[in-house]
């Protein structure tokens, strides 16, 4: 009977224990936010710390232009409580809103509400994807973010916020380190020339190719991938080396998400350096000084404005 009864208790005890276990990971399940690009997953990182779990299709590296999605990706998103991507056809082919649409999950679409640099492309008229080049456009990104995470979390709004309050002071102090550091620099030497335009929006803001319009000097067009205006072209390779030889660019940089044969090659045919590589599209691997958004900015500027200063290369500083 003695023994009975402590068997009775020991099963009443593991199934409220069950119940319990059960509840709790009820309670603490955490959204799980699916995002396209690595940039817009440290967007959202910044805004919902560890309250949510943030992943990220892209790996550091990868060319979202070009990306084809995997089994397993699709298997990813079928986890998501909600989806994330840059927009504006930076994801090639629209494939993170056909992710989103065949497992039937939300998609957020960050550049919402920023006015897109228009480029003409073979008398079309092309969005530029790269929006996040401007820190400025950059709180547009959180401001979408922070909207769509507060409506699917509304217990943790007001965490939220406040994360996004302070990573909005922290674009706006980078906005400002950007342009002092840029300042370093001659207006007539700041010509950015890369593989791909991903830097329209950097050049436009911080001023550089001024005789271009503010847009950057690329052999591959707005994409790397095979849509309208994308691609290298011999024109486009041709003007490149030309803007190099006329405007005295001092050096060209490669990108760490773009094969850097061809930028290799066009510093070779211009008699010029290679700068150093830069984020673009992607931004680095987890541990490098470029893992996150800021840290990318930073690494970047700090390349150019190295590579660009008068003088540095010859040891005659200005
Ligand atoms: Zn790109």
């Given at each position: 009977m003695k023994a009975f009864l402590l068997v009775g208790i020991s099963v009443l005890m593991g199934m409220s224990l069950t119940l319990v276990a059960a509840e709790d990971s009820v309670a603490t399940r955490k959204p799980v936010l699916v995002c396209s690009t690595t940039q817009i997953a440290d967007f959202t990182r910044e805004i919902v710390g560890d309250q949510c779990v943030v992943k990220s299709i892209l790996a550091p590296?990868?060319?979202?232009?070009?990306y084809m999605p995997t089994p397993q990706d699709a298997k990813i998103v079928l986890g998501a409580d909600l989806c994330l991507q840059n927009g504006l056809h930076l994801e090639g082919k629209n494939w993170m809103g056909t992710l989103a649409r065949d497992a039937n999950k939300p998609l957020v679409t960050?550049?919402?509400?920023i006015k897109p640099i228009e480029l003409e492309a073979e008398g079309e008229k092309i969005a530029d994807p790269?929006?996040?080049?401007s820190a400025r456009n950059v709180a547009v990104y959180v401001n979408n973010i922070l909207r769509a995470v507060s409506r699917l979390d509304p217990s943790e709004q007001g965490r939220y916020a406040a994360r996004a309050k302070l990573y909005l002071q922290q674009l706006r102090v980078l906005d400002v380190w950007v342009r002092e550091q840029v300042n370093r620099i001659s207006p007539q030497r700041r010509i950015l020339v890369t593989?791909?335009?991903?830097f329209n929006y950097f050049c436009q803001e911080y001023k550089f190719n001024s005789q271009y319009n503010y847009l950057s000097l690329a052999p591959v067009g707005w994409s790397t991938g095979s849509e309208v205006g994308a691609g290298m072209t011999p024109r486009r390779r041709k003007k490149v080396i030309d803007s190099i030889r006329n405007y005295g660019a001092p050096a060209v940089f490669v990108e760490?998400?773009?094969?850097p044969k061809l930028i290799r090659e066009i510093a070779k045919e211009a008699g010029i350096d290679v700068g150093g590589k830069l984020y673009s599209d992607s931004m680095g691997e987890s541990?490098?000084?470029?893992?996150?958004y800021i840290g990318m900015m930073r690494e970047n500027v700090l390349t150019i404005v190295t590579a660009l200063k008068i003088g540095v290369k010859e040891g005659k500083q200005e």
């Open positions: 590296g990868a060319d979202p232009h070009t960050c550049t919402k509400g790269h929006a996040w080049f593989s791909h335009d991903a760490t998400s773009v094969n541990g490098t000084a470029g893992e996150t």
